[in-house]
């Protein structure tokens, strides 16, 4: 298995790049988001990638994150998702579209990709909503829980913005607001849900404000 491709581009296609590791070709495919982030012709570059075998061909998928190239394999496992509409999914949404359209059940989201209809969407949705969370989480770096479950939600959130990685990304702030969601009984599925509402309504929130509103969106209706 192939799991990583660092070299220089030598050139690029439409769907694909080569990159030259040490005079050794490699063809890379890659979503239109992942072409617009590479760098010019020439220049390093550094991909995360999947290999797909096939009894007459290989062919090697190039990402920029884990979180991405995970997605990739999540949802080739879906019957009806090969790897052309898996990266058209990828490449109309991004990891994180895909992250919350899941976790929310929005499969309108998911069927605005080239190639996948109403019915494929919903299949996407449906198989891979419990796996949501766990690709989310890889979003950011968690700490590793210590000590006894936290006894209120204040603390919760004051252990959450202690361990925060140092660059406050979103996707640090994601998984840690899942962590803490978790430590405080929650369920992957329901937690996962409430912090992709969270996010969709306020791309920019911190880890305590995004527990805060998952917390109201989890909370009993009436």
């Known amino acids: 298995m192939i799991g990583k491709i660092a070299g220089r581009i030598d050139y690029r296609g439409a769907d694909h790049v080569l990159i030259d590791v040490r005079g050794v070709g490699y063809i890379v495919y890659v979503t239109d988001r992942v072409m617009a982030a590479l760098p010019r012709n ?18 090697l998928f190039g990402f920029t994150t884990l979180v991405e190239k995970e997605w990739h394999r999540l949802l080739m496992s879906v019957q009806g998702i090969g790897a052309k509409a898996s990266m ?10 895909v992250s919350k359209a899941i976790a929310l059940g929005d499969w309108s ?21 419990d796996k949501a969370h766990a690709v ?9 829980a210590q000590g006894e479950v936290a006894a209120d939600v204040d603390a919760v ?17 994601q998984s840690e607001a899942l962590s803490a969601l978790g430590n405080l009984g929650y369920g992957p599925g329901e937690a996962a849900s409430a912090v992709a509402q969270a996010m969709n309504d306020a791309p920019n929130a911190d880890t305590p404000a ?3 509103t998952a917390l ?6 009436g």
């Open 42 to 59: 020439g220049e390093a570059v550094a991909l995360f990638t999947d290999l797909l075998v096939r009894e007459d061909n290989l062919q």
């Open 88 to 97: 058209a999914i990828l490449g109309a949404l991004g990891a994180d579209g």
């Open 109 to 129: 989201a998911v069927a605005v990709a080239k190639g996948v209809g109403p019915k494929t969407a919903q299949r996407v949705v449906n198989e891979l909503k």
């Open 136 to 144: 989310m989480a890889m979003g950011g770096t968690l700490a590793e």
């Open 157 to 173: 959130i004051e252990t959450s913005v202690v361990q925060a990685t140092p660059s406050g990304s979103a996707g640090a702030a």
């Open 210 to 212: 995004l527990i805060r």
């Open 216 to 221: 109201k969106l989890l909370a009993p209706k």
